[in-house]
């Protein structure tokens, strides 16, 4: 594998509009709160509002990782308790049928280092979905697809499953020439499996301390490799995607690996791109810690409460060393602490950074 290339402040190229496009982003965000708002009577994220899965378990840190991978919270071997959230894509709350893209986000908590500014307590969240590379390049293009799903979110739910289940015929048939169409899948035609057995990806970079990284989240636990691209029906389940991670970690521990593809050739793996995806035969996804999630309750009240409503997760909750980079990651900076603060202004319910062990069984 080529020598990776080190952290510089020049390799991201921040555009001189950037300031009216998140300015905007914030707007269409708020939209969309204020819409679901008026819909739920409580408040929800601006995207990935359902929750299918609320998890706590532990991140450790691989032993005797290469001079490049042990870098940051990698740097030296060691145990954080860590909070999951198993989420889709849209900024409304829709039947499972509404087949749309995965999310996964990771908060480690613990963590030390020189924070990144405005973040607050001692975490690390690691924000990720279930594809390589974002749907879009950059912000500018992110905002045109949320001003897209903003126009959609009153929709009613009939004419999004129909919607789906057309998008979801067409994505079999260019998955059975060997294909894969993000647009497809972004839109509402994902393919109907388990959700337990997706790989995640943060797909956009970040510092990764000395170096610059894209990270990984793949299952490795037998029971769960068993639930890569397997079927899981949720016609008439409303909630099936939430009911089948319940049921899985009723009576099994889940395990994952962790894994970091270093950056190693400026022009093919570019910063500020983010829906080009970095080639993996040039450098491949390389593990540096594992997480653990006993058997546990993954859905409650309790649980509701104190991770979903009651935390935020943005890749901008760090330290320094693993610092987002590119024009997606820098729109993430701007709005997420917007769209949690709605939250919490509506929903009576402080939205702030734990700085404790959280219990499993909530």
């Given amino acids: 594998m080529p020598s990776p290339i080190r952290f510089d402040p020049s390799l991201e190229a921040v ?10 982003m914030i707007r269409v965000f708020r939209a969309i709160q204020e819409t679901t708002l008026k819909d739920y009577g409580h408040a929800v994220r601006g995207v990935h509002a359902k929750s299918h899965g609320l998890l706590t378990g532990r991140l450790t840190v691989l032993p005797d990782l290469p001079g490049p991978l042990a870098q940051g919270i990698f740097a030296t071997p060691g145990t954080y308790d860590a909070v999951l959230r198993l ?19 990771v908060k480690v908590i613990g963590v030390p280092g020189e924070r990144l500014p405005g973040a607050g307590g001692d975490t690390q969240d690691f924000v990720m979905a279930n594809a390589p590379s974002f749907t879009v390049p950059d912000a500018k293009a992110f905002l045109r697809s949320l001003t897209l799903l903003a126009a959609t979110t009153d929709t009613p739910q009939v004419f999004k ?23 497809l899948i972004s839109l509402g035609g994902h393919p109907e499996t388990h959700i337990l057995g997706e790989t995640f990806y943060s797909q956009a970079p970040l510092r990764w301390g000395d170096y610059v990284a894209k990270v990984a989240l793949a299952p490795v636990s037998p029971a769960l490799t068993a639930l890569t691209n397997a079927p899981l029906a949720v016609n008439g389940k409303p909630n099936g995607l939430r009911d089948a991670v319940s049921e899985f970690f009723a009576a099994h521990e889940g395990v994952w690996e962790l894994r970091a593809q270093l950056l190693t050739n400026r022009e093919s793996m570019p910063i500020e791109d983010a829906a080009t995806p970095w080639p993996e035969e040039e450098s491949p996804y390389l593990p540096v810690a594992r997480i653990t999630v006993a058997p546990q309750a993954s859905w409650s009240d309790e649980k509701v ?33 917007r769209s949690a603060g709605f939250r919490a202004e509506h929903n009576g319910c402080p939205v702030r950074e734990p700085t404790r062990r959280l219990p499993t069984h909530a």
Wanted: aromatic share 4%; hydrophobic share 35%.
């Fill in 87 to 105: 989420s889709t894509n849209p900024g409304d709350i829709l039947d499972d049928s509404v087949s749309t893209p995965r999310g996964l986000a």
């Fill in 161 to 183: 499953k129909v919607f789906s289940a057309a998008l979801r015929g067409l994505e079999s048939a260019v998955e059975a020439v060997g294909g894969k169409s993000p647009t």
């Fill in 305 to 337: 409460r104190t991770l979903d409503d009651g935390l935020a997760f943005s890749p901008w909750h760090g330290i320094r060393a693993h610092q987002p980079l590119g024009s997606v990651m820098r729109a993430r900076r701007a709005v997420y602490p």
């Fill in 15 to 24: 555009q001189p509009d950037e300031d009216e496009v998140h300015a905007e």
